[in-house]
């Protein structure tokens, strides 16, 4: 069956470290694959598109990198503040849709 | 920066009634997409629309379900006879392109309580 596995346990960090997300899929094809954030009661926001021919991408202090063979994305989050807790979550296309992990909460403590 | 509004924020209803749920997508986009997350599980994909059609569904989307867009800025859901099952958070979203450029600018949902 298909399945988009993250992190199902919160990861806790210190400010200023960095932060490392997990996304595993399987029976999937994807041609890209993104990573949003959610704050709680709030829609997702998107941060970062990557495409299947792409190792790596970066944007600030964001960098995602997409693994086909694995079939894997690691999302990282440098230089972590308090102001990057949320729920961040992975999402691939199928067709004409986005598919949605459960997504990993982000705890960054002062 | 130009968002996508949903409304209401919050909407209780009686199983059995008809909701409506409106969103106003971003005004240059041409995908749209309504999604659903009940609390504590995954954001899951219900419908996509494009020129002026449902491009794809999902299994949620049954035929108690339908979406419009009755002029050229609202797109709204509507779910006929209501269950408990519904009760959720509900996103709208939209897009200016579809395929590998696309991403998602989703609103803030309407938060729908079946009772």
């Known amino acids: 069956s298909q399945k988009i596995e993250q992190n199902s346990e919160a990861l806790n960090i210190q400010e200023g470290k960095t932060a490392t997300l997990t996304c595993n899929y399987t029976n999937y094809s994807p041609a890209y694959l993104q990573w949003y954030r959610q704050d709680p009661g709030r829609g997702p926001v998107f941060l970062l598109l990557?495409?299947?021919?792409?190792k790596e991408k970066r944007k600030e202090r964001l960098k995602v990198t997409f693994d086909t063979t694995l079939k894997q994305s690691l999302f990282h989050i440098t230089a972590s503040q308090p102001a990057d807790s949320a729920t961040y979550l992975c999402?691939?296309?199928?067709?004409?849709?986005?598919?949605f992990g459960q997504g990993t909460e982000l705890s960054v403590k002062p | 920066e130009p968002e996508v509004t949903q409304t209401p924020s919050h909407q209780v209803t009686q199983m059995g009634q008809e909701v409506i749920l409106r969103c106003v997508p971003i005004?240059?986009?041409?995908?749209f997409y309504w999604y659903r997350q009940i609390l504590g599980q995954k954001v899951e994909f219900l419908v996509s629309?494009?020129?002026?059609?449902?491009?794809?569904k999902s299994e949620i989307f049954d035929d108690q379900f339908s979406v419009e867009r009755p002029d050229g800025s609202n797109f709204t859901l509507k779910i006929r006879s209501t269950k408990l099952e519904d009760s959720a958070m509900y996103f709208c979203?939209?897009?200016?392109?579809?395929?590998?450029?696309?991403?998602?600018?989703f609103g803030s949902g309407t938060q729908l309580s079946v009772l």
């Open positions: 979203a939209s897009s200016e392109r579809a395929g590998e450029n696309e991403k998602l600018f």
């Open positions: 990557i495409r299947e021919n792409e």
């Open positions: 999402a691939l296309n199928q067709g004409g849709k986005l598919i």
């Open positions: 005004s240059n986009h041409l995908y």
């Open positions: 629309f494009y020129n002026n059609e449902i491009s794809e």
